[in-house]
C-alpha cells in the first residue's frame, strides 16, 4: 500500500510540475464556468431594433414613442415612409416594427381601446421572441399608466365601489398589441441556426488549429530541415500550407452540408458559388491566425495548447451556438474584432435568407483585407523563422 501511495504522490508532483496540465484541470475549468456565468447568469441587456412608422402624429403617439425612447432596450428607428421600412426590412436592420394608425390618439382620448399592429421578424425565434417580450412588456407599463388615470377619475365621480374598480383593473387596456409576423421572414428553426454554426465551427478547428498544428508538427519532427534542402522557398511552403488548411475546411464544409441536409431538412438557400467565396475567405481568416502562432510561440505544445484554447474561446463570440444579442454587451463588443464572426454571420445570411454576397460587399472587403495584411505579416515572420533553422 506504501507503494502504491508513493507512486501516487509522484504522480501527483509531476502534475503540479507541468504547466500544460495545470491549465486544462484547474485554470480551464474555472474561466470556462466565469464565460458561462458572464453569457448565461443574467443581467444581460439585449438591445432590439424597432421602427415605428408614426401616421397618427398626435400627442398620444409621440408619448408612445418616447416611452420607448426611455427603455435601455429598444434602439427607436423612426421610420418616414413605407419605402423606408421596406428598405430596412430588406436589410435587417429591424427586428420589429410598429405602425401607430392614424386615430389612434383620437380612440384613446376618447376613451375607446386603441389597436397597435406590431410586426415581429420572425427569421430568429430567439431574437423574435425576445422582442416580443420586450414589447408586450412597455405597452403593459403604458397600460398600467392610463389605467392609474381612469382609476382616479372613477374614483372622483364616485359612482362606483372598490369592486368594480377591480374588475375594470383586470379588463382595462388602452392599447392592444397585435403580434403579426413580418411578411417575407421565414421561421428559422434551431436546427438551421445550429447547421450554419457549424459550419463557421470549421473556421476555427479546420482552419486555425490545423494550420498552427502543420507548421509546428513539422518543425518538431524535423521535417522542415529536408523541406528546406529541396528548391522550395519559404514563402512556396507557407502558401502550400495554406492550400492545405483550406481545402481541409471545404471538405469539412461538404461534409457538414452532405450529412445536415438530408438528415435534418433545413429550409436554406443553396447558392453554391457565393457559399464557396465567404467560406474561403473565413478559413483563411483563421489559417492566417493559425500561421500566426505557430510562429509567435517557440514550442510545439505552447502553439497547439494556445490554437486549441483560442479555438474553444472564440466559438462562444462568433455566434456558433447561439445569437450574438444574448452577449453581454461588453464581450458582444468583442465579437466585432473577430474576423470570423463575420465570416459566419454572411453564411448564415446566404443559407437562411437567400442573400448574395454582393449584398454583404463591406465583410466581404474587410475580410479580404484582413487577409492579406495577416498573411504579409505572418508570411514575413514565419519566413524568417525558416531561414533560422539550420539545415
Do not use: C
Amino acid at each position: 500500500m506504501k507503494r502504491i501511495f508513493y507512486i501516487a504522490k509522484y504522480e501527483m508532483k509531476m502534475l503540479f510540475k507541468t504547466k500544460e496540465v495545470l491549465f486544462w484541470n484547474i485554470a480551464f475549468p474555472i474561466i470556462l464556468m466565469l464565460l458561462f456565468t458572464a453569457i448565461f447568469g443574467g443581467g444581460n441587456t439585449i438591445v432590439i431594433n424597432v421602427g415605428i412608422y408614426d401616421q397618427d402624429n398626435t400627442q398620444i403617439s409621440n408619448t408612445i414613442i418616447d416611452i420607448f425612447n426611455q427603455t435601455n432596450v429598444t434602439n427607436i428607428v423612426l421610420i418616414q415612409n413605407n419605402e423606408t421600412l421596406y428598405q430596412k426590412l430588406s436589410q435587417h436592420e429591424l427586428d420589429a416594427y410598429i405602425i401607430i394608425p392614424k386615430g389612434l390618439g383620437r380612440n384613446v382620448t376618447s376613451g375607446y381601446q386603441a389597436i397597435l399592429n406590431i410586426y415581429i421578424d420572425n427569421s430568429d425565434p430567439n431574437i423574435a421572441d425576445i422582442s416580443k417580450g420586450i414589447i408586450k412588456s412597455i405597452i403593459d407599463g403604458f397600460n398600467n399608466k392610463t389605467r392609474g388615470i381612469y382609476e382616479k377619475f372613477i374614483e372622483g365621480v364616485g359612482n362606483f365601489n372598490k369592486t368594480m374598480i377591480e374588475h375594470m383593473r383586470a379588463y382595462a387596456e388602452t392599447l392592444k398589441p397585435l403580434f403579426k409576423p413580418v411578411k417575407g421572414t421565414e421561421k428559422v428553426e434551431y436546427k438551421e441556426f445550429i447547421l450554419t454554426g457549424i459550419i463557421g465551427y470549421g473556421f476555427l478547428f479546420s482552419s486555425m488549429v490545423t494550420a498552427t498544428a502543420s507548421i509546428v508538427n513539422e518543425r518538431k519532427e524535423g521535417t522542415l530541415k529536408r523541406l528546406l534542402l529541396t528548391p522550395l522557398k519559404p514563402i512556396e511552403i507557407l502558401v502550400g500550407k495554406t492550400f492545405s488548411a483550406l481545402f481541409n475546411t471545404l471538405i469539412y464544409t461538404f461534409l457538414v452540408l452532405a450529412i445536415g441536409i438530408p438528415l435534418l431538412q433545413p429550409k436554406i438557400h443553396l447558392n453554391i458559388p457565393d457559399l464557396i467565396i465567404i467560406v474561403v475567405l473565413g478559413s483563411l481568416s483563421g489559417i492566417v491566425i493559425g500561421l500566426l502562432i505557430s510562429a509567435i510561440f517557440r514550442t510545439t505544445e505552447g502553439a497547439q495548447g494556445f490554437a486549441i484554447i483560442i479555438g474553444i474561446f472564440l466559438q462562444w463570440f462568433i455566434g456558433i451556438w447561439f445569437p450574438l444579442e444574448m452577449l453581454p454587451s461588453y464581450l458582444r463588443s468583442l465579437s466585432n474584432y473577430i474576423p470570423m464572426t463575420y465570416a459566419l454571420n454572411v453564411v448564415r445570411e446566404i443559407l437562411l435568407y437567400g442573400d448574395s454576397i454582393i449584398m454583404h460587399i463591406q465583410e466581404t472587403i474587410y475580410l479580404t483585407l484582413f487577409v492579406i495584411i495577416l498573411y504579409g505579416i505572418g508570411g514575413i515572420i514565419l519566413s524568417r523563422l525558416l531561414k533560422t533553422i539550420e539545415v
